[in-house]
Structures are given as C-alpha cells and as structure tokens.
C-alpha cells in the first residue's frame, strides 16, 4: 500500500512564525501536491512538483512556499504565518502519467 | 478552467436508507472522475473512479457512473450503514494531472 506521511497532525504556531510542513512518500512517486481544507470550500491546491527540484504554482500559493530536495519528501513552508492560514493542509502524491492520488492524513495547523 | 459543483449537505440518513450525492462538472477533453471519502480524523481515501465516459466505479457498495451528456458523476449506495458516515469529495483530473475538488458533502447515517 502507498504511504503518505505528514509530520504533525496537529500543530499551533504563533502569526509570523515561520511554519514548515514536511510530507514523505514510500512509493517512489513523482507527483505531489500540497492542498488546504476549509469548510464549504474543498480542497484547493497550493503548490504541487512533477520532479525533484521542480515546483508549480497551484491555485492559492500566496504567502507560501515548497521545497523538493529529494523525491520522496515535499515541504510546505509558510513564510510568515498569518491567521487565514489557519486550515486543514493535506499532501497527496501520484505516479508519473496517473491520475490518481494517495492522500496523508492531515495536518490541522492553527496559528494564534 | 475545469471546476466540480456537488450537492450541498448535511445530509442526515437512517441506516438501510438509499443515498444519492449529485456530482456535475465543467471540463476541457476528457477527464477522469473520482470519489474520495474523508472518515472523521483522517485523510482522503479513493472510493471509486472512473476514466471515460459510460464508464461505472463501484466500490463498498457504492456506484457511479461517468455521464458525459450530462457532464455527470453522481454517487450512489443503495443501503447505508452507520459506519459510511464521513465527507464525501466529487473530483476531476485533466490532462495536468492536477485534482479539482467539489466543496464535499457531509453525511451522517444515524442507527
């Protein structure tokens, strides 16, 4: 079975903290991505990678970043932590040319 | 761009009860079509999918099928059992590979 592991699911940070959220998978995949939940909304991409050391923008990247060292790990660093960052953030990954995508559990990140 | 507009919830159910959640979309070429499932405290986990049209996912009971005269892909159990409590996502993936997200639909099968 893939696995997808984050590193805290839950985490409480202060505002302009700098926050990292880091994200491994087992399955040799090329593709991950990086999501936040919010309620009525879905999940919203915020930056996703095809390779290691590539990183595309996704629909909601303001006031975060990615870092992609090796292939099995993604980052997700919030420069300055603010409270609308306040959110359910969610790492997925995929195959090369597959659609599907393997979920991690979650990390609830609050930020006072 | 491609978007996912599913029915709003909650939606709250006695167990045996049939359940249907609308799901429609707005896409470029050919997508594919999922269903994930979020249970409480965990993440997402693939229910079904389907990658052309006419095509049928099924998975624990629960079906879909990919309409694309509809631009469609409602999920439907016949039986709910307490235990398919969760949030349930309606989402597409073209050509990018990228997965767009309905807002989810919260469902509760009291016993």
């Known amino acids: 079975d893939v696995k997808v592991t984050q590193s805290s699911r839950y985490l409480v940070k202060r505002t302009g903290e700098k926050v990292f959220l880091e994200c491994v998978q087992d399955m040799d995949h090329e593709n991950m991505f990086w999501y936040r939940q919010d309620p009525g909304l879905g999940l919203r991409l915020i930056y996703f990678?095809?390779?290691?050391?590539?990183?595309e923008k996704g629909d909601i990247p303001e006031g975060y970043s990615v870092s992609r060292e090796k292939k099995e790990r993604f980052s997700l660093i919030l420069e300055s932590a603010s409270t609308n960052q306040t959110s359910m953030y969610l790492c997925?990954?995929?195959?090369?040319?597959?659609?599907?995508?393997?979920f991690g559990d979650g990390t609830r990140l609050s930020i006072l | 761009g491609d978007s996912v507009t599913q029915m709003e919830g909650p939606v709250t159910l006695s167990e045996e009860a049939f359940l249907t959640i609308n799901c429609t979309y707005t896409?470029?070429?050919?997508?594919?079509l999922f269903w994930y499932v979020q249970y409480p405290g965990e993440g997402l986990q693939l229910l079904l999918k389907?990658?052309?049209?006419?095509d049928k996912g099924s998975n624990k009971g629960f079906e879909a099928t990919y309409r694309k005269e509809t631009t469609s892909f409602h999920l439907e159990k016949g039986s709910v059992q307490v235990s398919d409590s969760a949030v349930y996502f309606c989402?597409?993936?073209?050509?990018?590979?990228?997965?767009?997200f309905g807002a989810g639909t919260t469902v509760t099968v009291r016993a």
């Open positions: 997925a990954s995929s195959p090369a040319g597959r659609r599907t995508q393997h």
């Open positions: 990678s095809y390779d290691v050391k590539m990183k």
């Open positions: 389907a990658t052309k049209a006419d």
């Open positions: 989402a597409l993936s073209g050509n990018d590979y990228k997965l767009s």
């Open positions: 896409a470029t070429g050919y997508p594919s």
